[in-house]
Structures are given as structure tokens and as C-alpha cells.
């Protein structure tokens, strides 16, 4: 068997800064609580450049979502810097889509006004946008439901909307946070392809994280695992798989390495454990 590309790369803080869109330098996270503070985020230090696809991937309650919500500007750092195109980000940034872990659709609002929250919050004119809500929903597979409510929507087509809500304004970073997590494993497969054209077709900067191994392989141009809390970054992979992927890469050999690659990871930090 030929050995395939992987790479497994220590985060260098010397390593090539240009191009950078986001940077999070030594940054840490602790949360004040009972019994003094307890510690989420430790140390990270991350580069995502323009129309870079990276995934998170780490185990539950390692501040992966806490990370998300620091560069999405709704939650302030502890220690470090994360700058947004060389701009510290001192407060919610607006260049951005944020799709949640949780969908945090509103039920009373149809699936089009859903998807044109950001308009009316931002006080923007609803008609300039209106064309672009009803391209997004056509593109994921929900032309004709736009007058419909979110409860009259499967959990699939919710997670669609939120996307379509995240990419409204055409934003150049989009931070997804585990947001097919709680979708059946076809639909998960399908919403997974349906990103990657939309990625590929638009190139946007993306932070996406994930529990998914496969998932993280499959979508990244680079996956990055954390240590079990605090949180701290174990491995950078590059995966140099030709894109569009196919489903069936995942049954390739460089696709079962890089996959082990992460799974050593974990194994190592004592998850994953087989007897
Ligand atoms: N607002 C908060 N106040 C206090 N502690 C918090 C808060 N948000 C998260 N935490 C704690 O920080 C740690 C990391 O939480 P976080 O939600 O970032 O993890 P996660 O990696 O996203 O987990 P999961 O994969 O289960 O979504 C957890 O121990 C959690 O209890
Ligand atoms: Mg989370």
C-alpha cells in the first residue's frame, strides 16, 4: 500500500501568518462559578485564512462551542487575542453567519422571515434581500416552504434554514457549531454534500465544528483535535483529499489514516478505549 499524504503538523506560532482572516493567539477561557473558576479553553493558539474550510473536532464539553462563541465576538476571552482581520474582536462581529448547536429558529416566525431575521434585526431593507431568501431556500431544497412555520419542518429542514439565515447577508466567515449533530445519519450525509458545494461554489472562511470524525475528514482542508477540558489544541491534520468528495472516499486507505490519525488522538488521551 502506498502511504498516503497525511500530515500531522504541531501548531507552530512561527509558522506562516499571511493571508490570516482569524487569529487566536494563547487564548483561554474560564468561567467564573461555584467553587472558584473553571477553565474551558486553554492556550489556543489557531490561523484560519481566506476560504480555508477547518474543522474542530474534540470530545463533549472540551469548549468547542465556547471557542465558537469568542470569535463570534458574544463571548469575551479570559487571556489571549483573537483578531478578525487584523481587528481585536472586543464585541459581536458582523461579517459573520453562526449557525448553533442548537437551530434557535423562531417558531413564530415562518421559515422566509426566519431566514430574514438578520435583516430586520440590522434594520436593513428587507426588499433588498428578500430574492437572495428565496435563492438560499431553492438551493437547499426548501423552495416552497417558505411560508411555512418551523414546527411544520423535520429537524433536517430546520438545519437548512438556519443555514440560509447564516449566509443572508453573505458574510465572508460562517462558524457552524455541531450543527448537523442531531440529524439521522442520512440526512447528516446529505446535509454534509449540500455544504460542500455550497462551500466550493462560494469559498466562504469557515470554522466548523464538529463530534464527527468522518464528518471533519470529509468537509476540512484542515482538522483540528482538542484535548478533553480545558480544551487545548492535540493535532493539526491537513487532508489532501481532491475535492468534490464523494461519499465512497471515506472507503479509501488515505481516508481510514487520516481518520486513525484522530482516533489515536483520542485513544491517547484516554477515550475511545476498546476493552
Ligand atoms: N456559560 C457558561 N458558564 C459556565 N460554564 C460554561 C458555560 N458554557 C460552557 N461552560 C462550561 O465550559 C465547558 C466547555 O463547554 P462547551 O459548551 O464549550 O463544550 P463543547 O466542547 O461545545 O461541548 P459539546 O461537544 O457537548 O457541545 C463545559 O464544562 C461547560 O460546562
Ligand atoms: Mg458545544
Known amino acids: 500500500m502506498t502511504r498516503p499524504a497525511a500530515t500531522l503538523l ?33 492556550n489556543v493558539s489557531l490561523d484560519l485564512h481566506d ?36 481587528q481585536n474582536v472586543t464585541g459581536p462581529y458582523t461579517d459573520v453567519g453562526v449557525v448553533f448547536q442548537r437551530d434557535a429558529l423562531l417558531e413564530w416566525r415562518t421559515v422566509l422571515d426566519n431566514v430574514l431575521l438578520q435583516i430586520d434585526v440590522r434594520r436593513l431593507r428587507r426588499a433588498d434581500y428578500e430574492k437572495a431568501a428565496y435563492t438560499l431556500l431553492e438551493r ?18 430546520r438545519q437548512r434554514v438556519s443555514l ?14 455541531e450543527p448537523f449533530g442531531a440529524l439521522d445519519a442520512l440526512t447528516r450525509e446529505q446535509m454534509n454534500l449540500d455544504l460542500q458545494k455550497i462551500w466550493i461554489d462560494t469559498r466562504k472562511t469557515m470554522l466548523f465544528i464538529t463530534h464527527s470524525i468522518w464528518e471533519a475528514i470529509f468537509l476540512a482542508d484542515h482538522v483540528i483535535v482538542m484535548t478533553p477540558r480545558p480544551g487545548r489544541i492535540a493535532a493539526v491534520i491537513k487532508i489532501d483529499l481532491p475535492r468534490p468528495r464523494r461519499l465512497a472516499v471515506r472507503e479509501t486507505a488515505q481516508f481510514g489514516h487520516y481518520a486513525a490519525m484522530v ?3 483520542f485513544q491517547a488521551f484516554g477515550l475511545l478505549k476498546e476493552s
Open 10 to 42: 504541531k501548531l507552530d506560532a512561527a509558522a506562516a501568518h499571511r493571508d490570516c482572516f482569524v487569529r487566536l493567539q494563547n487564548v483561554d477561557k474560564v468561567y467564573a462559578g461555584r467553587g472558584g473558576g473553571l477553565k474551558a479553553v486553554d
Open 164 to 177: 440560509c439565515r447564516a449566509l443572508i447577508h453573505n458574510p465572508s466567515l460562517l462558524l457552524m457549531d
Open 51 to 86: 476560504g480555508e474550510f477547518l474543522a474542530i473536532v474534540g470530545p463533549s464539553g472540551c469548549g468547542k462551542s465556547t471557542l465558537m462563541m469568542m470569535v463570534a465576538g458574544l463571548s469575551p476571552v479570559s487571556a489571549g487575542e483573537i483578531t478578525i482581520r487584523a
Open 263 to 265: 482516533r489515536e488522538q
Open 140 to 157: 437547499v431544497g426548501l423552495a416552497g416552504f417558505e411560508k411555512s412555520y418551523p414546527w411544520e419542518l423535520s429537524g433536517g429542514m
